[in-house]
C-alpha cells in the first residue's frame, strides 16, 4: 500500500529520515501551507512568507527528482486547514492509511499525529547529532543537568576541534576570551538580501492579503529560502564574520542587528543546513588559520553544545514544560513588547529590530526582553508566546528551553542554576544603547533612574527565599543589605511605582 510521506514546514531536508525511509517511485509526498500552523500564534509575517516559500521549493525540488508530491497552498478550497486534516484528505485521495513521518519538533502536532485513525510510523528526527535515548541515558543519576558537561561528550562524540581525547588548544571553553564591546566604527558586511524570485513574491502577496494584522514587518523580505541561499548565508558568515564572532557574541549595537552573529538558526531549524556540516566548515576555517580558536569552539559550543542540550531537555520535560511558572509571575506581556512606545532605550531597539527583521541576537533576547520580562515579574506563557510568534527561528523545541528554562527560570533551574538578571549596568557595558535613553543608567534612583536598577533589586527582594541561598547570588544580597534602609525602601516603592505605571498602560 502507499504511504503518505509527511514533509513539515521545519523538514526541509535532503536527508530527513520520512524521505529516507520512503520508496519515491511508489509513494506521496505530502505537504500543507495550512491555518493552524500559520496561526497557533501570531507569526510574524517574515517567518510565515520564509516557511511558505522555502516548502514550495523543496517540493518543487522533490518533484524534480521524481517524488510524487501532494502540496496543498493555503489559499487552496479544499485545504483542510490543519496538517491531521490534511492527512485524512490525503488517505483518502490516495486509497491508503499508512503516513510516513518524521517527529514534529513540538508535542503539540506530535499528539495530534498519534491521533489520527491512520497507521503512523513515526521516525526518529536524525538531523540532530544526540538521540532522545543517548540524551535520557546522559542525563540519568545526574543531580543537576548542565549544557558545559553534556557539551564535552558531544565534542567527543563528534570529534570536532579534538586532539584525541584532549580538546584542541588545551582548554574546552574559550569564554575567557569573549565578551568584549563591540565599536560602532567599524565595518561589517551584512549577510545577503534574498534575491526575489517569482515563487517568493507570490507567496509574500498571499501572506499580505491573509496576515494583515499580525505583529512584524514583510517587506523588504531578506531571507534567504532555499538550501543553496542558506549555504551562501553560511559561506557570509565563515568568510566575514567568524573571525570576531566569539569576542564580540555578547555585544549590542543600536545601528548594527547583527554584529558577527551567523543569522543562520532559520535555515538550521527549517532543515535547509545540516548541524555538522556547519560546524565542519568552521573547524576547517580554525585549521586554515582563518579564524581564531575562541571563535570557532565559541561557535560550535552553541551548535551541538546549546543546540542539541536544549532539544534535549524539551523532550526530556515532557509537554507540561510551556505551563511552568516556578515562580509564580502572573503579569500580562506589556504593550511594549508588540511595538507601543517605550522611553527604555535598548527594549525599544530590541523590539523594534524584532518588528523589522524578525530577528534578535542571543544577548538582545536574553539580556533585554527577557532579563526586563523576568524582572518585572511577567507570566511566563505570555512571554513564550511570543518568543514562538516573533523569531524566524523559533519553533517550541528550541524556544520553550530558551525562554520558560533559560530566560524565565519558569522551570526552578532545570536549564540554568541562576536567573539571567541584571541591572542597566550590563546593558550599559555591552551596548551603546544607554548614552542616548531617556533614562539614566548611573541613577539607582529617582525620576530618571534605569527601570532595569530598580526592577533588579525588587526581583532579588520578592523572591529572597528561594535564592538567597544559592552561592552565586549571596553577593548581590550581601550588597544590597549594605545599603542604607531609606535607600532599599527607596529602591523598592520606586520599583513599586514603575510597574504600576507598566501595568496601567502608560509609556514607560
Ligand atoms: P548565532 O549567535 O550566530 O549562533 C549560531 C547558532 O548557534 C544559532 O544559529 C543556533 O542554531 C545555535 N544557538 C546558539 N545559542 C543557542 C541556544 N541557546 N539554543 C539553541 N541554539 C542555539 N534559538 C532558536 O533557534 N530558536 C528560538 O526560538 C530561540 N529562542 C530564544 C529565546 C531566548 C529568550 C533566548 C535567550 C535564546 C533563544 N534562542 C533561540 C537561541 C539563540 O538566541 C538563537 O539561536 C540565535 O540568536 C539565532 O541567531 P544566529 O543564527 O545569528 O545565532
Ligand atoms: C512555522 C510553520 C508555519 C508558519 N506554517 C506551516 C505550515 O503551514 N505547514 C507546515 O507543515 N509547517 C508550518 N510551519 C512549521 C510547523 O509549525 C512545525 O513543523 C511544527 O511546529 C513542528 O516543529
Ligand atoms: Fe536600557 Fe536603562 Fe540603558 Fe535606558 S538606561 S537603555 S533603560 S539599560
Known amino acids: 500500500m502507499v504511504n503518505l510521506v509527511l514533509v513539515l514546514g521545519d523538514q526541509l531536508s535532503q536527508s530527513l529520515s520520512a524521505l529516507a525511509e520512503a520508496d519515491r517511485t511508489t509513494d506521496v509526498v505530502v505537504m500543507a501551507e495550512v491555518a493552524s ?10 517567518k510565515i512568507a520564509f516557511t511558505f516559500t522555502a516548502m514550495r521549493k523543496f517540493a518543487a525540488q522533490l518533484q524534480a527528482q521524481g517524488w510524487q508530491v501532494a502540496y496543498t497552498r493555503l489559499d487552496d478550497p479544499q485545504n483542510g486547514g490543519s496538517i491531521p486534516a490534511e492527512l485524512l484528505r490525503r488517505a483518502e485521495e490516495f486509497g491508503t492509511d499508512r503516513v510516513l513521518a518524521t517527529e514534529p519538533g513540538e508535542w503539540r502536532l506530535i499528539d495530534a499525529l498519534r491521533s489520527l485513525p491512520l497507521h503512523l510510523t513515526l521516525l526518529e528526527d536524525t ?43 588545551g582548554k574546552w571553553n574559550f569564554d575567557h576570551d569573549n565578551r568584549k564591546p563591540a565599536s560602532d566604527d567599524l565595518f561589517r558586511k551584512a549577510p545577503p538580501h534574498a534575491q526575489g524570485d517569482d515563487v517568493l513574491a507570490q507567496v509574500l502577496d498571499l501572506v499580505e492579503a491573509r496576515f494583515p ?8 523580505f531578506q531571507f534567504q529560502t532555499d538550501r543553496a541561499g542558506a549555504l551562501r548565508a553560511l559561506d557570509h558568515f565563515i568568510t566575514h564574520a567568524l573571525p570576531d564572532f566569539g ?10 542587528p547583527y554584529l558577527y552573529h551567523a543569522v543562520i538558526g532559520l535555515y538550521l531549524n527549517a532543515g535547509l543546513l545540516d548541524p555538522l556540516e556547519v560546524c565542519e566548515r568552521a573547524a576547517d576555517a580554525y585549521a586554515q588559520g582563518h579564524a581564531p580558536i575562541n571563535s570557532v569552539e565559541g561557535f560550535i559550543r552553541q551548535i551541538i553544545g546549546w543546540r542539541e542540550f536544549i532539544r534535549g531537555i524539551y ?4 509537554p507540561g514544560y510551556t505551563r511552568r511558572n516556578a515562580l509564580d509571575h502572573r503579569r500580562a506581556l506589556p504593550a511594549l513588547f508588540w511595538g507601543a512606545d517605550t522611553q527604555m532605550n535598548c527594549l525599544h531597539h530590541a523590539v523594534g529590530q524584532t518588528r523589522e527583521l524578525a530577528y534578535a541576537h542571543h544577548i538582545q533576547r536574553l539580556m533585554v526582553t527577557g532579563n526586563f520580562a523576568l524582572l518585572a515579574g511577567v507570566d511566563p ?26 530566560s524565565q527560570f519558569a522551570d526552578g533551574g532545570v536549564v540554568g542554576s541562576k536567573p539571567y538578571v541584571s541591572s542597566g549596568a550590563y546593558i550599559d557595558r555591552m551596548s551603546d544603547y544607554c548614552g542616548s535613553c531617556h533614562y539614566r543608567v548611573k541613577d539607582k534612583t529617582g525620576p530618571r533612574a534605569c527601570p532595569f536598577n530598580l526592577l533588579y533589586w525588587h526581583f532579588l ?26 535607600r532599599r525602601d527607596t529602591v523598592l516603592t520606586e520599583a513599586e511605582a514603575f510597574l504600576q ?8
Open 213 to 220: 494584522d499580525n505583529f512584524g514587518t514583510l517587506r523588504p
Open 501 to 508: 505605571k507598566l501595568d496601567s498602560g502608560a509609556t514607560v
Open 247 to 256: 569576542a564580540y557574541q555578547d555585544a549590542m549595537l543600536a545601528g548594527d
Open 381 to 406: 506563557a505570555q512571554v513564550h508566546e511570543w518568543y514562538l510568534a516573533v523569531y524566524a527561528d523559533a519553533y517550541e523545541w528550541v524556544e520553550a528551553p530558551n525562554v520558560i528554562g533559560m
Open 461 to 486: 527582594i520578592r523572591h529572597r527565599d528561594r535564592f538567597a541561598g544559592n552561592p552565586r547570588m549571596a553577593q548581590m544580597y550581601r550588597t544590597f543589605d549594605r545599603m542604607e534602609q531609606t
Open 37 to 46: 500552523e500559520a496561526g497557533y500564534v501570531p507569526h510574524h509575517p517574515k
Open 315 to 318: 523532550f526530556l520535560e515532557g
Open 127 to 169: 538531523r540532530f547529532i544526540c538521540t532522545h535515548a543517548a540524551f535520557e541515558t546522559w542525563a540519568e543519576g545526574r543531580k543537576a543537568l548542565r549544557m558545559e558537561y553534556f557539551y564535552r561528550e558531544m565534542r567527543r562524540k563528534t570529534g570536532l576541534l579534538m586532539d584525541g581525547d584532549k580538546p584542541l588548544g
